[in-house]
């Protein structure tokens, strides 16, 4: 069964600092991996997947992750934290690999802080 | 992509009443689903709304509880039925769209349910 772990319910960073929010993940199959971001009040937004295709994966806003199967991982990072990236990330597995669509498991969260 | 809302953003009810939360894509979409968010926690999945058929709940969720329409491909509704105070979650629409693949999940803002 699949499954993703956050290591960390808050990360507090500076502004320009480096954001890496950590992601391990357990699947008895190549997995489909997804990083989401809430904002307050909105609803979720995909940043970044992986689907068995180059393992740096580059999405929206700056940030990027890498698949690292030796080590079952799949990190957020952004070099350079802006005070707009404060927000709720999570952390994604497709629950069925080549099965139902859109059957995700959820990490339970990382808020980012970003101080001035 | 899709554009998701959802209708009540937000709502308070007392215990024992039911809530209907409306979802309305701007797109045709074959799946739907139903996400629930506690607080502090994950989302964790409800149901899978496909129109025609119906919905197949996960692991812990019943149709009594949890009833579900989709009477077209842009639209669903979730009731929560005979709602207690651990009912109190965020509730999230999601579809996805897109070729075998190469498809996207969208989630709506979600509906803030409060129960007392």
């Known amino acids: 069964a699949q499954s993703v772990t956050q290591l960390g319910s808050h990360v507090s960073v500076s502004e320009g600092a480096l954001v890496l929010l950590r992601c391990n993940y357990s699947s008895s199959v190549p997995p489909y991996l997804f990083w989401y971001v809430q904002y307050p009040n909105q609803g979720l937004q995909l940043l970044l997947k992986y689907t068995s295709a180059a393992t740096l994966v580059k999405g929206i806003n700056g940030f990027e992750a890498e698949f690292k199967k030796s080590e079952t991982s799949f990190h957020l990072t952004k070099p350079s934290a802006h005070m707009r990236d404060a927000a709720e990330y999570f952390c994604a597995v497709r629950k069925n690999y080549g099965g139902s669509q859109g059957n995700l498991i959820f990490g339970k969260g990382t808020k980012l802080s970003v101080k001035p | 992509s899709a554009v998701i809302s959802q209708k009540p953003s937000r709502d308070i009810c007392q215990r024992g009443t039911s809530l209907t939360i409306q979802c309305q894509v701007d797109s045709q979409v074959t799946m739907m689903f139903w996400y629930r968010q506690q607080p502090g926690q994950s989302l964790t999945l409800i149901a899978t709304a496909n129109q025609g058929s119906e919905a197949t709940y996960e692991s812990g969720f019943v149709i009594d509880k949890f009833p579900i329409s989709r009477p077209n491909l842009t639209f669903s509704t979730l009731t929560v039925s005979n709602m207690s105070p651990e009912d109190s979650s965020i509730y999230l629409c999601?579809?996805?769209?897109?070729?075998?693949?190469?498809?996207?999940?969208?989630f709506g803002p979600g509906t803030r349910l409060t129960v007392l």
């Open positions: 999601s579809v996805v769209t897109g070729a075998r693949g190469r498809n996207e999940q969208f």
